[in-house]
């Protein structure tokens, strides 16, 4: 097992005890709703660079988009 | 009216549409602005337009990699009740590439495959939104001159703790069907080749100012999974590429973002990548955002380091006999780094709640002599 891998089990592990910590209530996730706040906020132009990025890494691809590959390779 | 350059982004996307109307009294307090509701930001018209550039520096030797591809994507979102929504998605590339026209044309010209002006590729998806799940499918289909391609997408969101953590699970199935043709304008009967994925993200928050999301992927692939035209130097002459029928890939994802204060933040994200095919990746990326002119401008440098180890089968010359073989440079090992520059110009006048224009550049440096580019414009606009 790589130690990237074995670095991100680690956080996967901890990531559920910084969430016993704290709760923040709904009223008080205003900061989080903002949209700078969100994962994939422009989730378009997500999809255009994840193209690109399927067509020219190998090691990504298969799982975005359309197609095994997008552009029928691999 | 003047506005304080410390409201939240958010009061000013409400506060916007006033201005535009020539309103006069003073902004509300933070507490007293409504979140636009789940019904106007449900119906949404998108288009993104982009142009990609490569450069050829490197890469395979007996390829030019040289390309340029304008790629055009439209998505409308319409809501049919309060909680059901359908959606279309609409893709289509232009490709100017020698190595590509090359293959078009022999493709053509051969009988594989009829005219082809490039890629196009559309899907349907209906979803269902409330206040704890959120249920999607999508349908799909594109085509090429080198295949076609039909997919199904179904996803589920289930929110828990008051919004504080977020799962879900996406399922993904394609179906290929890839023209086998060859580098030397040869084609084979059709193959097939099949793609299941299965997607799992879990979003939490960590504190008033903190959240962190992680992204699991397993993925299989069975079928043809080669690249028909490409080739290779195999005992001495050319010769077509050829890898296993089987592929399983497996992704982790990792991002975390901070906001530093109301007008800020930081966002890091690591992926992690290894398949069978003994293709290991690393991915680290780095984010900040600031808003400009009282929120209506949001920028977004973003720094992004890849590096990849070549497949077990890669190499620049294979015995005659070599099982498997690949000089695809993608399949290849490398470092790239990416730099780009994303803005947002929040506009809801003329276009409506929810509208914004983007913009998106970036440059690529790439170990291995491919950079690449790419601009990429946009709109969203509520309706």
Same mark, same amino acid.
């Given at each position: 097992?790589?130690?990237?891998?074995?670095?991100?089990?680690?956080?996967?592990?901890?990531?559920?005890?910084?969430?016993?910590?704290?709760?923040?209530?709904?009223?008080?996730?205003?900061?989080?709703?903002?949209?700078?706040?969100?994962?994939?906020?422009?989730?378009?132009?997500?999809?255009?660079?994840?193209?690109?990025?399927?067509?020219?890494?190998?090691?990504?691809?298969?799982?975005?988009?359309?197609?095994?590959?997008?552009?029928?390779?691999? | 009216?003047?506005?304080?350059?410390?409201?939240?982004?958010l009061v000013m996307l409400n506060l916007l549409p006033a201005m535009a109307i020539g309103a006069t009294s003073d902004?509300?307090?933070?507490?007293?602005?409504?979140?636009?509701?789940?019904?106007?930001?449900?119906?949404?018209?998108?288009?993104?337009?982009?142009?990609?550039?490569?450069?050829?520096?490197?890469?395979?030797?007996?390829?030019?990699?040289?390309?340029?591809?304008?790629?055009?994507?439209?998505?409308?979102?319409?809501?049919?009740?309060?909680?059901?929504?359908?959606?279309?998605?609409?893709?289509?590339?232009?490709?100017?590439?020698?190595?590509?026209?090359? =293959?078009?044309?022999?493709?053509?010209?051969?009988?594989?495959?009829?005219?082809?002006?490039?890629?196009?590729?559309?899907?349907?998806?209906?979803?269902?939104?409330?206040?704890?799940?959120?249920?999607?499918?999508?349908?799909?289909?594109?085509?090429?001159?080198?295949?076609?391609?039909?997919?199904?997408?179904?996803?589920?969101?289930?929110?828990?703790?008051?919004?504080?953590?977020?799962?879900?699970?996406?399922?993904?199935?394609?179906?290929?069907?890839?023209?086998?043709?060859?580098?030397?304008?040869?084609?084979?009967?059709?193959?097939?080749?099949?793609?299941?994925?299965?997607?799992?993200?879990?979003?939490?928050?960590?504190?008033?100012?903190?959240?962190?999301?992680?992204?699991?992927?397993?993925?299989?692939?069975?079928? =043809?999974?080669?690249?028909? =035209?490409?080739?290779?130097?195999?005992?001495?002459?050319?010769?077509?590429?050829?890898?296993?029928?089987?592929?399983?890939?497996?992704?982790?994802?990792?991002?975390?973002?901070?906001?530093?204060?109301?007008?800020?933040?930081?966002?890091?994200?690591?992926?992690?990548?290894?398949?069978?095919?003994?293709?290991?990746?690393?991915?680290?990326?780095?984010?900040?955002?600031?808003?400009?002119?009282?929120?209506?401008?949001?920028?977004?440098?973003?720094?992004?380091?890849?590096?990849?180890?070549?497949?077990?089968?890669?190499?620049?010359?294979?015995?005659?006999?070599?099982?498997?073989?690949?000089?695809?440079?993608?399949?290849?090992? =490398?470092?790239?780094?990416?730099?780009?520059?994303?803005?947002?110009?929040?506009?809801?006048?003329?276009?409506?709640?929810?509208?914004?224009?983007?913009?998106?550049?970036?440059?690529?440096?790439?170990?291995?002599?491919?950079?690449?580019?790419?601009?990429?414009?946009?709109?969203?606009?509520?309706?």
């Amino acid at each position: 097992m790589s130690r990237g891998v074995r670095l991100l089990l680690m956080l996967v592990i901890a990531l559920p005890l910084f969430n016993g910590c704290t709760v923040v209530h709904i009223t008080e996730q205003h900061r989080l709703r903002q949209p700078d706040m969100r994962f994939d906020a422009d989730p378009f132009t997500r999809s255009i660079i994840g193209h690109i990025e399927a067509a020219r890494e190998g090691s990504i691809g298969g799982s975005d988009g359309e197609g095994a590959g997008g552009c029928g390779c691999n | 009216m003047q506005l304080s350059a410390g409201l939240s982004p958010l009061v000013m996307l409400n506060l916007l549409p006033a201005m535009a109307i020539g309103a006069t009294s003073d902004p509300p307090a933070i507490e007293q602005v409504q979140e636009p509701t789940d019904a106007e930001l449900d119906d949404l018209f998108s288009l993104r337009t982009g142009l990609y550039r490569q450069i050829d520096h490197g890469g395979n030797p007996r390829v030019d990699e040289d390309a340029a591809v304008y790629e055009g994507l439209v998505f409308i979102r319409v809501a049919v009740t309060a909680h059901n929504e359908i959606s279309g998605r609409f893709l289509g590339d232009v490709i100017s590439a020698a190595s590509y026209d090359r =293959f078009k044309d022999q493709a053509i010209s051969s009988g594989a495959t009829g005219y082809n002006p490039g890629h196009l590729a559309g899907a349907l998806g209906w979803r269902y939104r409330e206040q704890r799940w959120d249920l999607g499918v999508e349908g799909s289909y594109g085509q090429e001159f080198a295949y076609r391609t039909i997919g199904l997408t179904l996803s589920g969101h289930r929110s828990l703790w008051q919004g504080n953590s977020q799962i879900g699970l996406t399922l993904r199935g394609f179906n290929d069907q890839v023209r086998v043709l060859r580098f030397d304008g040869s084609h084979e009967p059709d193959e097939h080749r099949r793609t299941l994925t299965a997607d799992a993200q879990w979003t939490q928050i960590l504190g008033r100012m903190t959240v962190a999301n992680l992204d699991l992927t397993a993925t299989r692939q069975d079928g =043809f999974l080669a690249t028909s =035209f490409n080739s290779v130097i195999a005992g001495g002459v050319e010769a077509e590429e050829r890898t296993p029928s089987q592929r399983f890939r497996y992704a982790a994802t990792i991002r975390a973002k901070h906001a530093l204060d109301d007008v800020q933040s930081l966002q890091g994200d690591y992926r992690a990548y290894t398949d069978t095919w003994e293709i290991h990746s690393h991915t680290l990326a780095v984010h900040w955002f600031r808003y400009l002119d009282a929120g209506r401008w949001l920028v977004e440098p973003q720094y992004r380091f890849c590096i990849q180890d070549a497949t077990s089968f890669s190499g620049d010359a294979f015995s005659a006999d070599a099982r498997y073989r690949t000089s695809d440079p993608d399949l290849d090992d =490398f470092r790239s780094h990416t730099v780009s520059l994303a803005m947002t110009r929040f506009a809801p006048w003329p276009l409506g709640s929810g509208s914004a224009f983007t913009a998106t550049l970036a440059g690529c440096y790439r170990s291995d002599g491919l950079h690449m580019g790419w601009l990429i414009l946009g709109v969203d606009a509520g309706f």
